[in-house]
C-alpha cells in the first residue's frame, strides 16, 4: 500500500514552523525599512553634526543613527499595531491623525530611554505633535489629490494649445460638442419641414391642376 501524500489530501504544501502571520508581517517588514532608513538618515546627520560637536565624530554618529533607528522602527511599528487593531481600511483620516499620534508618543518614549529617563516625558509630548502634525499635513495633500483627480478635465482642454489664438482648431469638451450636435440636428429638422412644406404645396397645385383639367374636359363633353 501507498503512504500518504504528506502534503495532504487538499495538496497544499505544509505550513512551515517559522513562517509569520500576513498580519505581522504587514506590521514588520515596513517597519523595518523604516527603521533602516531612518538609520542612515541618523548617520548622516549625526556624522556633519558629529564633526561639529563632538571629539568623536564616528561615535557620535553611530549613536545618532542607533536612536534614529529605533525611533523610526518604533514609530511606525506601533502606527502599523494601531490601524491593524482599528480596521485597516476602514479608518478615517482623523483616526489616522490619532494613531500617528499615539505612535509618536511610543516611539518618543523609546528615543528618551536611550537618552535618559529625563528625556521620556518630554520626548512622548514632542513626538506625539509631531507624528500628529505630519499626519495631519499628509491628510490635507491627499485630500487635495483626490479632489484634482476627481475634476473633470476642461480646466485641460482650456489649457490646450489648440485653444490659442494661432491655431485654426479648437478642442471641444463633451458638453460643448453635445451642444454642438444639437444645434445641427435642431437645424436638419427646420430644413425637413421646410422641405415637407414644399412638397405639400406642390402637391397641392398638381391637384388643383388636376381639378381644372377634369372640369374643363368635363365642359368640353357636354352636348350643345
Same mark, same amino acid.
Given at each position: 500500500?501507498?503512504? !500518504?501524500?504528506?502534503?495532504? $489530501?487538499?495538496?497544499?504544501? !505544509?505550513?512551515?514552523?517559522?513562517?509569520? !502571520?500576513? %498580519?505581522?508581517?504587514?506590521?514588520?517588514?515596513?517597519?523595518?525599512?523604516?527603521?533602516?532608513?531612518?538609520?542612515?538618515?541618523?548617520?548622516?546627520?549625526?556624522?556633519?553634526?558629529?564633526?561639529?560637536?563632538?571629539?568623536?565624530?564616528?561615535?557620535?554618529?553611530?549613536?545618532?543613527?542607533?536612536?534614529?533607528?529605533?525611533?523610526?522602527?518604533?514609530?511606525?511599528?506601533?502606527?502599523?499595531?494601531?490601524?491593524?487593531?482599528?480596521?485597516?481600511?476602514?479608518?478615517?483620516?482623523?483616526?489616522?491623525?490619532?494613531?500617528?499620534?499615539?505612535?509618536?508618543?511610543?516611539?518618543?518614549?523609546?528615543?528618551?530611554?536611550?537618552?535618559?529617563?529625563?528625556?521620556?516625558?518630554?520626548?512622548?509630548?514632542?513626538?506625539?505633535?509631531?507624528?500628529?502634525?505630519?499626519?495631519?499635513? #499628509?491628510?490635507?495633500?491627499?485630500?487635495?489629490?483626490? %479632489?484634482?483627480?476627481?475634476?473633470?478635465? $476642461?480646466?485641460?482642454?482650456?489649457?490646450?494649445?489648440?485653444?490659442?489664438?494661432?491655431?485654426?482648431?479648437?478642442?471641444?469638451?463633451?458638453?460643448? #460638442? %453635445?451642444?454642438?450636435?444639437?444645434?445641427?440636428?435642431?437645424?436638419?429638422?427646420?430644413?425637413?419641414?421646410?422641405?415637407?412644406?414644399?412638397?405639400?404645396?406642390?402637391?397641392?397645385?398638381?391637384? %388643383?391642376?388636376?381639378?381644372?383639367?377634369?372640369?374643363?374636359?368635363?365642359?368640353?363633353?357636354?352636348?350643345?
Amino acid at each position: 500500500m501507498s503512504q !500518504p501524500s504528506r502534503t495532504g $489530501e487538499s495538496g497544499e504544501a !505544509p505550513r512551515r514552523r517559522n513562517d509569520l !502571520p500576513p %498580519e505581522v508581517l504587514d506590521i514588520i517588514a515596513p517597519a523595518l525599512q523604516v527603521g533602516g532608513i531612518s538609520g542612515m538618515s541618523g548617520l548622516l546627520v549625526g556624522g556633519f553634526a558629529g564633526v561639529v560637536r563632538s571629539n568623536t565624530p564616528f561615535l557620535f554618529a553611530l549613536a545618532s543613527g542607533i536612536q534614529w533607528s529605533i525611533l523610526g522602527g518604533t514609530f511606525w511599528a506601533s502606527r502599523g499595531i494601531v490601524l491593524h487593531a482599528w480596521g485597516k481600511d476602514k479608518v478615517t483620516p482623523r483616526e489616522k491623525i490619532s494613531a500617528s499620534a499615539i505612535a509618536g508618543t511610543v516611539g518618543g518614549t523609546a528615543g528618551g530611554l536611550l537618552r535618559g529617563r529625563k528625556n521620556v516625558i518630554p520626548g512622548a509630548i514632542m513626538f506625539a505633535i509631531l507624528g500628529a502634525t505630519g499626519q495631519m499635513v #499628509y491628510n490635507m495633500a491627499d485630500a487635495r489629490n483626490s %479632489e484634482r483627480s476627481q475634476e473633470p478635465q $476642461e480646466r485641460d482642454l482650456k489649457d490646450s494649445w489648440l485653444n490659442s489664438k494661432w491655431s485654426p482648431m479648437k478642442v471641444l469638451s463633451d458638453a460643448e #460638442y %453635445e451642444s454642438m450636435l444639437q444645434e445641427k440636428l435642431l437645424r436638419i429638422n427646420a430644413q425637413i419641414a421646410l422641405v415637407d412644406e414644399n412638397i405639400e404645396a406642390l402637391r397641392g397645385q398638381e391637384r %388643383e391642376i388636376a381639378a381644372k383639367k377634369a372640369l374643363d374636359e368635363s365642359q368640353v363633353s357636354k352636348p350643345n
